[in-house]
């Protein structure tokens, strides 16, 4: 194979940065095979460059400036490995794809806010701007849902888009631990960055299901649509009472086609513990299709690390270097469809309500009073009684599960609910999902 | 858009036939929006065009010649939906070809088994053989392995390849009832065929495991090297007793890369009843792949049926529409590896052997004398007591676990045992697998 080499422009040496570096160099020649001409990093862009990465980047040329490297004549892709939605990372986007350079990026944050705009840049120029590695790390979902499921209309998105929080539901339901011990923890093993918020407030998993239900219905990506819940609030006693009434908890991402619009949201969920999403335990991530004729598919994998991030960028080298060019969002940016999203208030679903109240006659009566007048309807409830010692007056827990309900009935209960005197603390409703 | 439209011939119109019609029909708008032109079907061939499909056929070129819809020059490609390694599907296939027509085949024996000649005449000709719908239906697991995974170098794949097998093997779990009263009533419900041994017997999913092991480690298609065993002699004994020691039984394709070859191999086997794989029931397929990079992957869904399929198919052709060409196997036929194909023999692994003896003394030393001898070590052993009254010399079963153990040394212990005067009707013998 004679073909000239793909050169390849690495911003951004972190983990991921130096994880493409190694998989690049020990597959090159079964790369070069697949790819039909060899794919070589020929300069790469870091702050430091006396750090030890853990692999060798000598004879690379190497820029300080990530729009320095953009301006590369020798460079035929820029990857993009610095991240978030603005600063640098935007502007070196922007910078290569104004030059007609294509770009791949794991950035989810700058393909959810942007995407629609730069994708509209990179289909004028006629390059590239692909970013399988920004949802489910390894897994290819980005290709599947843009070319492998291309034919079908898709009905529903979405599953365990976070590693991180995936990591901490799990392990509080394995040990009973409480969220702060469990994040602590996570931190300390490098499953939670320091500022953990992103993840755990469900702002990473939010950018992933934008960019995956903009490419599974066809519709410009739109990441402010997205309502958004995080995981802070789960408690270890509705770890325990949601494996007591056949659960598990769940921070997944899920977009519907409905008759009013797509409706997108990530928030915590109660899943059956036979349900195949309800499997994918610690840092696994799952993205669950659901479609008109193929059915239902479930494809699992790691979300994040170097390897399998690496691989997914190094896939979507293989397919520039190949000449493949499929539009960005799957069709071109004319082509999508105006599709109306669904506010969260619109929603409507089975509900488990967690109240901490004093234990004293009557309070049921007054709490059911409440859900009657909401028009909210009792499935069941869970109640442990009392040791006969307990206090008078002692605070204890009751779980409530709810036929389908409107949010906003749902809401305005738990709002007047929270205000009772005998009602001690916030209560915790959490949405469940069939899987 | 006014690109000109993709011009299809369709070739056998059964379930998925008439499954790609409606599909192409139902989401014809959405379809020319992401391949950037239509998707049309001019042209079909099938034996009597009298019989009710539920389509209509209205304004098609009708062939009753497979050979004159490959050469009928207003064609941009040819889907192949007839089936069989041979014949007319294997003639028209070559045909279409050979005037430098692309295809798009379901057929997944005759990848299996002329593939590699096939891709080499696509190759010259610069046209795609296309075979998404092949292997698992409706998951894209040929894109996934030829273009998502293409940068690693995999160690592992298989999975769940029959769905009819995991269907009668489901089936015998949840009811408890034996092999033939189970298939006699997937034949009635339309999940097995009248003549069911190309599923039960496990070459169906030997022919898909030769396709994914072609992908996954970049070596020409070999089926004659898989070792092929089907699920006729799992009893319900053995789904008891694998339920009991915690096992669940499914047929599995399995490919690895070892240091002296490529193993490859379908046969029952016993799967920890946690592990996902297990998880996977009824007529869902799952495919996993385990990457030096990527780690380990599993994609679940529908293997089979006129949706799923027409789905795989409608991804080709949009492909093709799109101008994508990636290599037949991921690489051009001159660039794949020569790897090693290992015999079964050389095969190591886990076993579980049920045993059915006559219930007197001495019994479990004479069988264990046998394997002492022949170098095979003991796990476990289940032998359930007998009622008080049973009659001496009643049959009764026995089931042994070993640690792992040459193919070889397994096999001739059990030829031994077998012929022991003491052991009644043929053993059992099924491999256990991690999952």
Redesign the interface.
Known sequence: ?AASALRVGVAGLGVVGA?LVS??R??AE??A????RPVVITAVCARDPHRDRGVDLDGLRWYDDALALAADPAIDVVVELIGGAEGIARALVEAALARNRAVVTANKALIAVHGARLAAVAERGGVALAF?AAVAG???VI??LR???????LLRIGGILNGTCNYILTTMRETGRDFDAVLAEAQALGYAEADPSTDIDGIDAAHKLAILAALAF?RPVDFDSVHVEGIRRIGAADIGFATELGYRIKLLGIARRTERGIEARVHPCLVPDRA?IA?VEGVFNAVVAE????????????GA?A??T???V??D???IA?G?L??VW???SG?LARLTSVPMAEFRGDYYLRLTVRDRPGVIAEITAVLRDCGVSLKSMLQHGQARSAAPDEAVPIVLVTHETPERAMQAAVARIAGLDVVVGPPALIRIETG
Request: aromatic letters at 2%; hydrophobic letters at 45%.
């Open positions: 194979m994880g998989l690049l020990a597959n079964m790369i095979a697949r790819a039909g399988e390894g897994i290819p290709k599947a070319e492998g499921l291309a034919a079908d209309r066809g195949p499997q479609g008109e004729f193929v059915g239902r598919l479930m494809l699992e994998g790691r690390g390897g399998p690496a691989t997914a190094a896939a080298l293989i397919d190949r493949s499929v539009p799957g069709a071109s082509a």
